[in-house]
């Protein structure tokens, strides 16, 4: 069975690929979503706005297979970055959006808590495992992941939330409900942490 | 709280890579893929490669060289030198560029800025910014430092900030390669105008200099080359360094094997 990276014209899809190789997997980018049936475990990368992210998602016919695979076939899902921003219900970026609605919550732009915040969140953060995860097996806490963002998710349910991080008045790095997985860094430029992420959940 | 970063540059100009003196006098430094190996395995931060050639010889970006080499980088890669539209960011982005660098082309086509934001998110709009002190005082330079703009670096910074830059890669040509330590004068200046990371560039030749950038300074990021290329000063190193003084660097699990690479 196949990683499926989902290529909907956004994104690091080389890195991701490259990565699930380090990590023992199998990628097979693709364009087609009739690819979710041979695949395992699926993978939502994306970099750029909220808007242009999911019209390109609907253009390509990504919608609903996703929304299928993920809540009746039970098919892991990891979105990374604006990946897991699109598995939220809406968001503004470039224009109010609905999202996946994987994760009841909604994508709202970073505020600075202090003068010495900077937004875009760029750089290496602590993520804090707030819940136990599969996920963050053999991680230590407060470990150091790459962030480059703006928004974040706020979910409406707090019980999906496995990760925070410190910036902003706090915000939601990673979560889970169900088999559909976020996390707002990036594990494919995280090494080596990022790696035993990506491990973790191609162990799902 | 977010971590200072220590990013090593490659400047590559025609087949390989080369470090030089005041954006002159340059010197080769190796090939690329094997320096993105061993960055990896010393735990950089981040990594930028900019093709100093392109501009000059009305090039574009070489998208192969970035998508063989930018899936081996296990960090974030920056990518710069030559690029002029934003049909050539979306190329440079799938073929594995994690953020997009651009400097001469804006001056005259600052909408460019702009629209690579609202396309790709300003997170991954690098504004890179070459300046030289002057008898009035420091003014910007496009085209690898050879033609002067008429902008200072803060009135320059604030416009590029106001665009949709996420970040701001700060030059300074003098003291490019000289390894005399950053013009903290002008890190700061430009630091204290803007409120997008700023990566300072251009002297860093100690552990000193990255630390005197970061906390006098105020930058959020140090970018050095000479330092790593022509010492035996590692990022590594580096940012132990910088925690014992208490500048928040990344923490990370280093393993024995990756110790004896030191």
């Known amino acids: 069975m196949k990683i499926l990276i989902i290529d909907y014209g956004l994104g690091n899809l080389a890195s991701v690929r490259r990565a699930v190789e380090e990590c023992g997997g199998d990628p097979l980018v693709s364009a087609l979503p009739a690819d979710i049936a041979r695949s395992s475990h699926l993978i939502l990368p994306g970099v750029g706005a909220f808007a242009d992210g999911m019209s390109l998602l609907r253009e390509r016919g990504w919608v609903e297979p996703l929304k299928a695979a993920v809540r009746d076939d039970r098919i892991p899902l990891l979105g990374i970055c604006l990946g897991m ?88 790095s990673a979560v889970r409900s169900g088999s559909a997985h976020g996390v707002q860094f990036h594990p494919e430029k995280s090494v080596p942490a990022g790696f035993t992420l990506l491990r973790n959940f191609l162990a799902v | 709280m977010l971590k200072r970063r220590v990013i090593p540059v490659m400047l590559w100009k025609d087949i390989g890579l080369v470090k030089g003196v005041g954006f002159d006098s340059w010197r080769r430094t190796g090939t690329i893929l094997p320096q993105i190996r061993v960055y990896n395995l010393r735990c950089v931060d981040e990594l930028i490669l900019l093709d100093i050639g392109a501009t000059a010889e009305g090039r574009e970006p070489d998208y192969e060289t970035i998508r063989d080499v930018a899936p081996e980088c296990f960090v974030p890669l920056t990518v710069g030198g030559g690029i002029r539209t934003l049909e050539q960011v979306g190329r440079l982005l799938l073929a594995g560029a994690d953020k997009i660098s651009i400097n001469s082309e804006v001056y ?54 106001r665009r949709g830059a996420g970040e701001l890669l700060l030059t300074s040509i003098e003291r490019d390669g000289t390894m005399t330590g950053y013009d903290l004068e002008l890190v700061k200046a430009v630091s204290d105008a803007v409120r997008i990371p700023v990566i300072a560039g251009g002297g860093a030749g100690t552990f000193e200099h990255l630390h005197d950038a970061l906390v006098c300074g105020g930058a959020s990021a140090v970018a050095a080359s000479s330092m790593f290329h022509f010492t035996q000063q590692t990022p590594l190193e580096a940012k132990e360094y910088l925690a014992a003084r208490g500048v928040p660097v990344r923490r990370f699990a280093v393993s024995g094997e990756r110790r004896t690479n030191r």
């Open chain 2, 108 to 161: 005259s086509n600052p909408g460019l800025i702009t629209a690579i934001a609202r396309r790709y998110g300003s997170q991954c709009v690098v504004v890179s910014v070459d300046v030289r002190r002057t008898a009035d005082g420091y003014e910007c330079f496009r085209h690898s430092g050879s033609l002067a703009t008429g902008i200072g670096p803060v009135e320059w910074a604030i416009e590029a900030e």
């Open chain 1, 85 to 172: 921003q699109l598995l939220a219900d809406r968001g503004d970026e470039g224009g109010e959006s609905d999202g996946l609605g994987l994760i009841p919550g909604v994508v709202e732009r970073l505020r600075p808590a202090g003068a010495e915040e900077r937004i875009p969140h760029v750089g290496w953060n602590a993520v804090r495992q707030v819940r136990p995860d599969a996920l963050f097996t053999g991680i230590p806490d407060e470990t150091d992941f790459y962030f480059v963002h703006s928004y974040a998710v706020r979910p409406a349910d707090a019980s999906v939330v496995i990760g925070m991080t410190p910036h902003a008045g706090g915000f939601v």
